[in-house]
């Protein structure tokens, strides 16, 4: 009881932020979303990796079409989710995949598939904050792109300057040298300083992870991280043994080469970024950085600058309150013609009823007059042949008839 007045207290004589870490927890529990796009030539080990990086074999099933599917070499966006549960915090992940990017024999463009991809996803954000009633979606903003770089190349190709040209302004560029376990120490070492000259001389941004300068070991990390792009990876599907203990790699008839080994290949680091330390970190420069660009040219291309979109924006909102009074107006005026037209059926129905009662008393009255001229009928009928007797006695009163003429003759014999 002491003990619990005693830290009641202390919270009363605190500002009270000592409780902002219990609740940025609380937040956090309730998971999110992280989308990569992953791009790079076919044959590279795209899927594979992805499916190394997520312990998730189903990733490679759906980024790895049947060779049905794979004739058609024009560039597709194809998107994949699964949902993962960290401890008890639900995280889904999805992968896009770009099928058919850089395998035609004429590629130009080819990139304009992803970002438009990238724009849709943006515009659709925007629209969510724009209308009047928001409703809460899912963050469907691409948060890293993986660009895969051939391990044969000299450095980056025309194609992979102008691809990530296009796209390192709208997303948060990771690149890396797949199958790096096809070169040697030496070789990944100049490849690497080869592809850092090119990106610098053409002035392509790269995610650069973000320094805690109040914790130097995490400062050095991510200096490191920094350091070591792009990274050589190298995917496996199953584990080996090496050493007398099992673990993720690949044999060789040279040697086995452990995917988790940061002396073998870049993988953990990789995955420390992307999953680990700064997961993050590219959720918001996301929405902070790439978002608020396609937000800001939008609406300086629609009303000349950020005010006049906001002015537009508000006059957009004023016609809709205004649309909305004049449909409760033609509503109640609706309902006052609905509701004269009843009354109108009313008094039609009240008219037709009376005259089907007047109807019913004509017919009645009818059958009384046809019922009475059948009674009548028959006296008339006796009438007639007792007048036409009397008629003929009054025409002919001196003619005997037929019986006294026979009486007088039987008198004469």
Request: with cysteine.
């Amino acid at each position: 009881m002491q003990r619990h007045l005693s830290r009641h207290e202390d919270n009363r004589q605190s500002v009270g932020f000592s409780g902002l870490t219990n609740q940025l927890y609380r937040r956090a529990k309730k998971g999110g979303e992280f989308n990569v796009m992953v791009a790079g030539e076919a044959g590279l080990g795209k899927s594979t990796l992805i499916s190394t990086l997520f312990m998730d074999p189903a990733f490679k099933k759906g980024l790895n079409p049947p060779a049905s599917k794979r004739v058609e070499r024009t560039v597709a966006i194809t998107p994949m989710s699964q949902t993962f549960k960290f401890g008890s915090i639900p995280m889904t992940v999805t992968v896009v995949d770009t099928p058919g990017f850089g395998d035609a024999v004429n590629n130009s463009n080819c990139w304009d598939v992803l970002v438009e991809y990238i724009d849709a996803k943006f515009r659709d954000h925007l629209q969510e904050e724009m209308s009047v009633q928001r409703q809460k979606k899912s963050d469907s903003l691409v948060h890293c792109l993986l660009y895969f770089i051939n391990p044969s190349s000299n450095g980056l190709k025309p194609l992979d300057i102008a691809a990530l040209q296009a796209l390192h302004k709208k997303v948060n560029i990771v690149p890396v040298i797949a199958k790096s376990d096809t070169l040697t120490k030496p070789e990944v070492t100049i490849l690497k300083q080869k592809i850092q000259r090119d990106i610098a001389n053409n002035n392509i941004s790269l995610f650069s992870p973000t320094e805690d300068d109040d914790d130097p070991s995490s400062a050095k990390a991510a200096r490191k991280l920094v350091e070591s792009l792009p990274f050589a990876v190298v995917g496996a599907d199953g584990t080996v043994e090496s050493g007398g203990k099992t673990v993720r790699g690949r044999k060789y008839g040279w040697g086995t080469v452990e995917i988790d080994n940061p002396d073998h290949c870049d993988f953990f680091l990789l995955k420390d970024m992307l999953v680990r330390t700064h997961l993050c970190d590219l959720r918001e420069v996301t929405k902070d950085k790439h978002y608020e660009n396609f937000r800001s040219g939008e609406l300086r291309k629609n009303g000349g600058n950020a005010s006049m979109s906001i002015s537009a924006l508000q006059q957009s909102i004023t016609a809709d309150a205004n649309l909305d009074e004049e449909f409760s107006k033609l509503s109640s005026e609706k309902e006052k013609f609905l509701e004269e037209k009843r009354r109108q059926e009313r008094e039609f129905q009240e008219k037709q009823k009376q005259l089907e009662e007047q109807m019913r008393m004509l017919r009645e009255q009818q059958k009384l007059l046809e019922l009475a001229q059948q009674q009548t009928q028959p006296q008339g009928d006796q009438e007639q042949p007792q007048q036409l007797a009397s008629s003929q006695q009054q025409q002919s009163p001196s003619r005997p008839s037929a019986l006294a003429l026979q009486g007088v003759k039987g008198d004469t014999v």
